[in-house]
Structure formats: structure tokens, C-alpha cells
């Protein structure tokens, strides 16, 4: 382990804030977190597990130790004749194995590519983009427990993964390290097709029957122009979740806005846009100081360069402030506050 004090976490997060840690951990071994645990008692002390930082926005320093994993490898663990089983570690960049999957055609992952972050956060909020989450490949997740003091392995339905969400962002929520995932991935990869703007796309470019390759290349750049790169401008991607309101409800609002898109979860559950909400309360590229909403997808708060975590978590709450004044709809934060 590498142990470095007062450390800033400006590039440990993608809204890119200078705060500071009071101790920060590389851990290079899943191993090592077992004797970290002893030395530091962990389950006495105020700590928090780090990956990119993709998914977090931090409104002051953190007083208390931050753990990164830096092991990253991943190895073939079974084979069969349409399957490959792989254990990859906690360390490993998500979009860097994603592309090393598309590269040797297995499938089950390609439309999660340009997702930022590492592997072992992918589980905690089941991260999904273009028709695929996580969930869907995921057989075990390894982690270690601070309560407990041991190391355990949930099954994919031991997690209780749900839209955006996962018992580790609930239950577990700081209370354990993922040192590693499972994926069952496929061998003859089916495409998933059901975003039209994939389809649209694919069309567009003459490409009748898609590979793995195909696809995952037509995410990339749909994503590439519409998501702005944090290496350019922070931001943490998808700020709220979407929200999903009752059927009753859902009538209502669509007799006051006959276009507003949506998805019907089941019968009585449907799904809309909080880009949508957004835009309707007028706060699509709006700037608020040193804050805004990304022009080409208000979901995205974007850091303009000087903002402080509480000027961003400000600007959020006036946003679902708004929401729930005009629309009686409360957004759930994507994001995690510390
Ligand atoms: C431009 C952009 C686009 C994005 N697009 C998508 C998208 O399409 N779909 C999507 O789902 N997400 C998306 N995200 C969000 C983000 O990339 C994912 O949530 C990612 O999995 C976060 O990884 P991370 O390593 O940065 O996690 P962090 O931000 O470091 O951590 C996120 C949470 O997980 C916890 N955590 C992290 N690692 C571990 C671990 N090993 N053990 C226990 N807890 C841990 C942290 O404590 C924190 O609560 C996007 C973000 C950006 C900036």
C-alpha cells in the first residue's frame, strides 16, 4: 500500500474540486485491505472508498481516510462453448476492459463503452446506458466486509439490483470494498438494439447486420458528441436519476404535454426523462455563476472552472426545487454528496 496525508482529490474527481483528504490509501493488493482494516480500524473511523470519482461530488475536505484500489488484473476463470467467464479487479478502468471485450468479440458489455470510472464501482449503482446495466452480465461480486472483518462474495440476485442502484449503495453503502466482479459474457454476441438513436444511426451508415464492433464504435461517438469530457470540463455525467411516476399520474401530465416521451416500466410504473423536466422548467443550458447545465443534455451539471461542490449542489437543488413546484415530481440525486 501507498499511504500519502493531507492529499488533494482534485484529480480523483471529475467535477475536478480541489478538496483534500486527510489520508489517502492506494491499495495494491485486495489482500492488503484486510491488515489496512486492523491498522486503521476502519469501522470506528470515517472512510470512503475512491475510484475516478466519476460519480461523486465533494463539498468540502474529507476528514477521514480515502481507500483507492490500483490492482487491476482480470482472468479467464471457465469457458464453455458459449460462454466466458471473467473475474476482473476492482482497479481495472471500466471502458478499457469494455474495449478489450469488443476487440475480441465477446458480447454483453459493448454498449456500456465510454462509461468513465472503475470496475469495482460499476455494481454500486448498476451502471446501464443504451439498453445494457451491469446486471444483466454481472455473476458474483467479491468485497470486503469492515463490519464483519472477512472477505464475501454475493451472487448477481444477492445484490438486489435495480435501476440505478444496488444493496451497495443502499445497505452496504460504506460499509465494504468490491475487490473484484464476474462477468458471464457471451461468445456470440446478440446485439442489443432498442435505442433508436443507435438504429438511426447504424442506417444512416449502411450497416444492416451490426457487430459488437459496429455498435459499440456508433456509441462511443454518439456519446462522444453528446456528453462533455470531464478531462475538458467537469462534470459527473448524469446528475439526477430518471424519475418513475405512477401510471395515474403519467395520464394527467400527458394531457397537458402530449409529446412528453416515456417508457412504461409495467402497467401501473412509467419512466420519463428528467432531461425532459429539465428542459420544460427552462434550465437547458442555463448558467447559474460558476455552474450551468450542459447545452446539449441538461441531465449533466457542468463545473465551469471555479465552482465550489456546494455552488454545484445549490444549483442542483434549484433544479428540483423547480421540478417539484411545477411538476409535483421529486428527482432522486444520481450522484453521491460527501
Ligand atoms: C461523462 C460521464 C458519463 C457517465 N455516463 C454514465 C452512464 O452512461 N451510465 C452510468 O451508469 N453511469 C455513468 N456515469 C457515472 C459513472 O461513470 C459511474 O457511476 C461509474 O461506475 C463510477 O465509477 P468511479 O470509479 O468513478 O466511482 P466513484 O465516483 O469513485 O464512486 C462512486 C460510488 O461508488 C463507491 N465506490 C467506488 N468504488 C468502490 C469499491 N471498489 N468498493 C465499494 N464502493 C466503491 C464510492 O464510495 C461512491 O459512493 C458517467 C459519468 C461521467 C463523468
Not at 447545452?295 to 471555479?306: A, D, E, R, T
Amino acid at each position: 500500500m501507498k499511504v500519502y496525508n493531507n492529499f488533494s482529490l482534485k484529480y480523483f474527481n471529475t467535477f475536478g474540486l480541489n478538496y483534500t483528504c486527510e489520508t489517502f490509501i492506494e491499495v495494491e493488493y485486495a489482500e492488503e485491505i484486510y491488515s489496512i482494516n486492523k491498522k486503521y480500524n476502519l469501522s470506528q473511523k470515517k472512510f470512503l472508498v475512491l475510484g475516478e470519482g466519476s460519480n461523486i461530488l465533494f463539498t468540502k475536505d474529507f476528514d477521514g481516510i480515502v481507500l483507492h484500489p490500483s490492482f487491476n488484473n482480470f482472468t479467464v476463470e471457465q469457458e464453455d462453448s458459449e460462454h466466458i467467464y471473467i473475474k476482473i479487479e476492482a482497479g481495472k478502468n471500466w471502458d478499457e476492459f469494455v474495449r478489450y471485450t469488443v476487440e475480441k468479440n465477446i458480447g454483453g458489455i459493448e454498449n456500456l463503452i465510454s462509461i468513465p470510472g472503475l470496475v469495482g464501482a460499476a455494481p454500486i449503482q448498476n451502471i446501464g446506458a443504451y439498453g445494457q446495466e451491469i446486471k444483466d452480465t454481472i455473476s458474483f461480486v467479491h468485497f470486503f466486509d469492515f463490519e464483519k472483518n472477512v472477505f464475501r462474495v454475493y451472487d448477481n440476485r444477492q445484490c438486489s439490483f435495480g435501476y440505478r442502484d444496488s444493496i451497495f449503495k443502499n445497505r452496504l453503502k460504506n460499509k465494504i470494498f468490491i475487490t473484484s466482479i464476474e462477468l458471464k459474457l457471451d461468445k456470440n454476441p446478440k446485439p442489443v438494439l432498442d435505442y433508436y438513436d443507435v438504429k438511426n444511426e447504424l442506417m444512416k451508415n449502411g450497416i444492416k447486420n451490426p457487430t459488437i464492433k459496429d455498435i459499440s464504435n456508433i456509441i462511443s461517438k454518439i456519446r462522444e458528441n453528446k456528453l462533455p469530457s470531464p478531462r475538458m470540463i467537469g462534470n459527473a455525467g448524469s446528475f439526477f436519476k430518471n424519475p418513475i411516476i405512477d401510471k395515474n399520474k403519467f395520464e394527467a401530465l400527458k394531457r397537458i404535454y402530449s409529446n412528453i416521451p416515456f417508457f412504461y416500466l409495467n402497467e401501473n410504473k412509467v419512466k420519463i426523462p428528467a432531461a425532459w423536466l429539465i428542459e420544460k422548467i427552462g434550465y437547458k443550458g442555463k448558467v447559474n455563476g460558476n455552474v450551468a447545465t450542459y447545452h446539449k443534455q441538461p441531465l449533466v451539471l457542468i463545473n465551469l472552472g471555479n465552482a465550489s461542490g456546494n455552488e454545484i449542489l445549490d444549483f442542483a437543488n434549484e433544479i428540483k426545487n423547480e421540478i417539484l413546484n411545477q411538476f409535483d415530481i421529486d428527482l432522486e440525486l444520481e450522484v453521491n454528496v460527501v
